[in-house]
């Protein structure tokens, strides 16, 4: 069984750029949320993904954007990055039936940007 | 809306210690309750759960109840070890919602 991987583990971005960050979800599992989690803080939702539709989203603004694939694996972009975007991003995947599932999450070891 | 409130740390321990770390929310309807560890370096993992008034949850020697009357999931242990030494997030998910609520969490530090 494989866990949930993320890339890029470290990166470093100027203020105005843009970011990718990839997950691959847990073999069998079909959701996937993101979450960014700032030092010393507990993670806030950003959105989550399941049969490749956005059903649910944080109090994030626009430019934070995803995508999840046929083989539920998942994308986050950040467009014009800021500052205060600087922070550990974790993704977690899980196994919902209709959209919805137990709580239980499976997270990666996240991926940390750095803003300058 | 759902909020967990977590007790502020650290929590320093010496080894063998008895920990408890508080934890108490609010929610609508009857929601499902967990408690995640996130070691040095690495990302959250689920260490237990319980999804009904008291129900115990329990693994590697932590356990917490559910606790309707007081809404509350306090975090136990009975002898710490130094390996124990991790933050530690309660969190809370109700019927209507598809997405766990993480409280602040908690840092533990247990010394030799």
């Known amino acids: 069984e494989t866990g949930v991987t993320q890339s890029p583990t470290h990166l470093i971005k100027t203020r105005g750029q843009q970011v990718t960050l990839r997950c691959s979800s847990q073999?069998?599992?079909?959701?996937v949320s993101w979450y960014q989690q700032a030092l010393g803080q507990g993670p806030q939702f950003i959105f989550q993904y399941y049969r490749e539709e956005e059903n649910g989203r944080g109090n994030f603004p626009p430019r934070f954007s995803g995508l999840q694939f046929p083989n539920y694996s998942s994308e986050l972009n950040v467009n014009a990055l800021e500052l205060d975007d600087s922070a550990l991003y974790l993704c977690?995947?899980?196994?919902?039936?209709?959209?919805?599932?137990?709580?239980?999450?499976?997270f990666g070891e996240g991926s940390r940007l750095t803003v300058l | 809306g759902n909020s967990v409130t977590q007790m502020e740390g650290p929590v320093t321990l010496s080894e063998e210690a008895f920990l408890t770390i508080n934890c108490t929310y609010t929610a609508t309807g009857y929601p499902s309750l967990f408690w995640y560890v996130q070691y040095p370096g690495e990302g959250l993992q689920l260490l237990l759960k319980?999804?009904?008034?008291?129900d115990k949850g329990s693994n590697k020697g932590f356990e917490a109840t559910y606790r309707k009357e007081t809404t509350s999931f306090h975090l136990e242990k009975g002898s710490v070890q130094v390996s124990d030494s991790a933050v530690y997030f309660c969190a809370l998910k109700s019927g209507g919602s598809y997405i766990p609520t993480f409280g602040r969490g908690t840092s533990l530090i247990v010394h030799p």
């Open positions: 319980a999804t009904k008034a008291d």
């Open positions: 073999s069998g599992h079909n959701t």
């Open positions: 977690a995947s899980s196994l919902a039936r209709q959209g919805a599932n137990t709580g239980e999450l499976f």
